[in-house]
């Protein structure tokens, strides 16, 4: 009997979900004092996996991602007249320690690997643990090819994306990634989960990344448990009343927000003071702002007063 297809949407899902907790891919390699790389999370990732499958917000960029992966890799098919490939996978030995390693795309005639990366932002440069992916892809390859990163921003109203050609791993970034994978195995072996890394710090990236953004887990990390003595029960549960009536507040503010940016959409869109019955509108046109490293994009800002009476 053939399995329905909400049953086998969620088997796809938790393959990629393994992939992600798996420690020894391309994709979670990396070494000590390379930006963003953590040898805890690489491990809890495959011994606590709850952690990433329960944390919303990052359930939210993944789906995202994986939808946007998709659509790209239809796109590149749809572009390019030779065979693409969009399920590969190679097996790399660095030093006794299997690594697989899976491009999102591979396109022999053109030697060419492509990695998809969907993101909130594009950077300006690629990430250090994505160059060290495909860096890891090039070696892998079983023939001389290219490697790029392909960033797509998922969130806003227009397609943005930016492509970055990947240097192959010098000789000695090489040797370190070997030696921080030894390292790993052992730890994996042993089923043990390494301290957090020396310079880590509870409220700083690679641990807090931003207000409603940190690492998964950020509470096998920071997280203490204190007793009674140390925290009065009554000011705890005040504090915990506190939380849920702003937290719902926020959320009621948020409504009313959405709803006052779809009023605007019917308001002038040119600078003045406009009579309203009643009531004044004033329209102040904000002009585009560029400075070094930022750039604001041009809005209006509304103000509406009623007439005394």
Same mark, same amino acid.
């Given at each position: 009997?053939?399995?329905?297809?909400?049953?086998?949407?969620?088997?796809?899902?938790?393959?990629?979900?393994?992939?992600?907790?798996?420690?020894?891919?391309?994709?979670?390699?990396?070494?000590?004092?390379?930006?963003?790389?953590?040898?805890?999370?690489?491990?809890?990732?495959?011994?606590?996996?709850?952690?990433?499958?329960?944390?919303?917000?990052?359930?939210?960029?993944?789906?995202?991602?994986?939808?946007?992966?998709?659509?790209?890799?239809?796109?590149?098919?749809?572009?390019?007249?030779?065979?693409?490939?969009?399920?590969?996978?190679?097996?790399?030995?660095?030093?006794?320690?299997n690594i697989r390693v899976d491009p999102d795309i591979w396109i022999p005639a053109r030697q060419k690997i492509i990695e998809i990366k969907?993101?909130?932002?594009?950077?300006?440069?690629?990430?250090?643990?994505?160059?060290?992916?495909?860096?890891?892809?090039?070696?892998?390859?079983?023939?001389?090819?290219?490697?790029?990163?392909?960033?797509?921003?998922?969130?806003?109203?227009?397609?943005?994306?930016?492509?970055?050609?990947?240097?192959?791993?010098?000789?000695?970034?090489?040797?370190?990634?070997?030696?921080?994978?030894?390292?790993?195995?052992?730890?994996?072996?042993?089923?043990?989960?390494?301290?957090?890394?020396?310079?880590?710090?509870?409220?700083?990236?690679?641990?807090?990344?931003?207000?409603?953004?940190?690492?998964?887990?950020?509470?096998?990390?920071? &997280?203490?448990? $204190? %007793?009674?003595? #140390?925290? *009065?029960?009554?000011?705890?549960?005040?504090?915990? @009343? !506190?939380? &849920?009536?702003? $937290? %719902?507040?926020? #959320?009621? *503010?948020?409504?009313?927000?959405?709803?006052?940016? @779809? !009023?605007?959409?019917?308001f002038p869109k040119e600078q003045g003071i406009y009579k309203c019955g009643d009531y004044e509108l004033k329209v102040n046109v904000i002009?585009?702002?560029?400075?070094?490293?930022?750039?604001?994009?041009?809005?209006?800002?509304?103000?509406?007063?009623?007439?005394?009476?």
């Amino acid at each position: 009997m053939q399995k329905p297809i909400e049953t086998l949407v969620e088997e796809a899902l938790l393959k990629m979900r393994l992939d992600i907790e798996d420690p020894f891919t391309a994709s979670q390699c990396g070494y000590p004092g390379l930006e963003g790389y953590c040898r805890r999370k690489r491990l809890l990732n495959h011994f606590k996996p709850e952690n990433t499958e329960n944390d919303e917000e990052l359930q939210k960029v993944f789906i995202k991602g994986y939808f946007t992966e998709l659509a790209y890799k239809q796109i590149i098919r749809d572009i390019h007249e030779e065979r693409v490939y969009t399920k590969v996978t190679w097996n790399l030995s660095m030093d006794g320690v299997n690594i697989r390693v899976d491009p999102d795309i591979w396109i022999p005639a053109r030697q060419k690997i492509i990695e998809i990366k969907a993101v909130k932002r594009i950077p300006d440069k690629p990430f250090e643990h994505h160059r060290i992916q495909v860096g890891i892809q090039l070696l892998a390859c079983p023939r001389k090819a290219i490697g790029e990163i392909h960033y797509i921003e998922w969130e806003g109203r227009k397609w943005n994306m930016k492509t970055f050609t990947i240097d192959k791993l010098k000789d000695e970034e090489i040797e370190k990634i070997k030696e921080e994978n030894k390292i790993v195995m052992e730890f994996w072996q042993n089923k043990q989960i390494p301290p957090i890394p020396d310079g880590f710090q509870m409220y700083k990236y690679p641990c807090f990344i931003s207000r409603i953004a940190r690492c998964p887990h950020w509470d096998d990390c920071w &997280l203490v448990e $204190k %007793s009674a003595t #140390e925290i *009065l029960i009554d000011d705890i549960d005040v504090y915990y @009343k !506190l939380y &849920l009536k702003i $937290k %719902s507040l926020k #959320e009621s *503010l948020q409504k009313l927000e959405s709803y006052k940016d @779809k !009023l605007e959409q019917f308001f002038p869109k040119e600078q003045g003071i406009y009579k309203c019955g009643d009531y004044e509108l004033k329209v102040n046109v904000i002009p585009e702002t560029i400075v070094p490293s930022y750039k604001r994009e041009a809005y209006i800002r509304y103000t509406v007063r009623k007439k005394k009476e």
